[in-house]
């Protein structure tokens, strides 16, 4: 079966704007008969806070959210991304961030797009690198843009540049593995907050080159503080248990989105994606 997604980091509490796109992906998902799976992307533990994978799935329970399977953690899958890096052509890569901002760009490419540094160096060269710093490895991707269609959006095209795979501390890229665990979990429909939506031609090419059919996207808009700025707990009552609680945050949800409905199941009797907001929504304080 074919399903749909909501992929949480365990970098702390979930606030409202995680569980409206959390509740858009189910009613995307649940609208179409497809299945609905959730993943803990908690590779990075550098930003993973303690007890926060629990009490995200609670949460999301809590609001009325079911999903099928088991819940897929990323941190217990690092041979699947091992064995699909081994089939990618790919290239040592020794830059620094800011060596890369510093370097020159091709014309017409985007800011921060990789420069190409380490891409044809020599054994010599690479092997010199490595006694020096530990290496990160990039794809060689064979296209300068790639084109998705969403469903929101319509078609977007964007630059794809040789972009990390694996980082010099070991640790596999969000770009690799939200691919690879995408094809493993059947996963057809992809819906998140459209600040990802630039990333998206780099997965679906990813996707291609390892043998797979892109998605069908669906990037929906964010969640503004009251200072215009994407919301953070900087913005105070934020999060489930500070607003209230279900019976208040499921309304303000459904209000935000021209939904009827106090519950997730009450709400998919009304839901037409083309009927959805295309601006932003500046959470009430």
């Given at each position: 079966?074919?399903?749909?997604?909501?992929?949480?980091?365990?970098?702390?509490?979930?606030?409202?704007?995680?569980?409206?796109?959390?509740?858009?992906?189910w009613?995307?998902?649940r609208s179409?008969?497809?299945g609905?799976?959730?993943?803990?992307?908690?590779?990075?533990?550098?930003?993973?806070?303690?007890?926060?994978?629990?009490?995200?799935?609670?949460?999301?329970a809590?609001?009325?959210?079911?999903?099928?399977?088991?819940?897929?953690?990323?941190?217990?899958?690092?041979?699947?991304?091992?064995?699909a890096?081994?089939?990618?052509?790919?290239?040592?890569?020794?830059?620094?961030?800011?060596?890369?901002?510093?370097?020159?760009?091709?014309?017409?490419?985007?800011?921060?797009?990789?420069?190409?540094?380490?891409?044809?160096?020599?054994?010599?060269?690479?092997a010199?690198?490595?006694?020096?710093?530990?290496?990160?490895?990039?794809l060689?991707?064979?296209?300068?843009?790639?084109?998705?269609?969403?469903?929101?959006?319509?078609?977007?095209?964007?630059?794809?540049?040789?972009?990390v795979?694996?980082?010099?501390?070991?640790?596999?890229?969000?770009?690799?593995?939200?691919?690879?665990?995408?094809?493993?979990?059947?996963?057809?429909?992809?819906v998140?907050?459209?600040?990802?939506?630039?990333?998206?031609?780099?997965q679906?090419?990813?996707?291609?080159?390892?043998?797979g059919?892109?998605?069908?996207?669906?990037?929906v808009?964010?969640?503004?503080?009251?200072t215009?700025?994407?919301?953070?707990?900087?913005?105070?009552?934020?999060?489930?248990?500070?607003?209230?609680?279900?019976?208040?945050?499921?309304?303000?949800?459904?209000?935000?989105?021209?939904?009827?409905?106090?519950?997730?199941?009450?709400?998919?009797a009304?839901?037409?994606?083309?009927?959805?907001?295309?601006q932003?929504?500046?959470?009430?304080?």
């Open positions: 079966m074919t399903s749909g997604r909501y992929a949480p980091s365990p970098s702390g509490d979930l606030h409202v704007g995680n569980l409206r796109t959390a509740l858009l992906a009613l995307f998902a179409t008969g497809r609905f799976v959730m993943r803990v992307e908690d590779l990075d533990t550098g930003r993973t806070a303690d007890g926060a994978q629990d009490r995200q799935l609670a949460d999301l809590a609001i009325g959210l079911d999903w099928d399977g088991a819940v897929v953690r990323q941190s217990e899958r690092t041979e699947l991304y091992a064995a890096l081994e089939r990618l052509d790919t290239f040592e890569c020794f830059c620094t961030r800011r060596e890369i901002l510093a370097a020159p760009s091709a014309p017409h490419a985007p800011e921060g797009a990789y420069p190409g540094t380490c891409r044809n160096l020599t054994q010599a060269q690479r010199q690198r490595r006694r020096e710093r530990p290496a990160a490895v990039r060689r991707s064979g296209v300068d843009t790639f084109t998705v269609t969403d469903e929101l959006h319509g078609r977007y095209t964007a630059a794809v540049d040789d972009f795979l694996r980082r010099g501390d070991g640790t596999y890229a969000y770009n690799l593995a939200v691919v690879v665990d995408d094809a493993a979990q059947g996963v057809d429909q992809v998140r907050g459209d600040d990802l939506l630039a990333s998206a031609p780099r679906a090419h990813l996707t291609e080159l390892l043998g059919t892109a998605p069908g996207y669906a990037h808009p964010m969640v503004l503080g009251p215009g700025v994407r919301l953070a707990k900087r913005d105070g009552a934020v999060t489930l248990a500070e607003r209230g609680g279900p019976s208040v945050v499921l309304p303000e949800i459904a209000a935000s989105l021209g939904l009827a409905g106090s519950t997730p199941q009450q709400m998919l009304g839901f037409d994606p083309r009927s959805l907001p295309l932003p929504w500046t959470l009430p304080v």
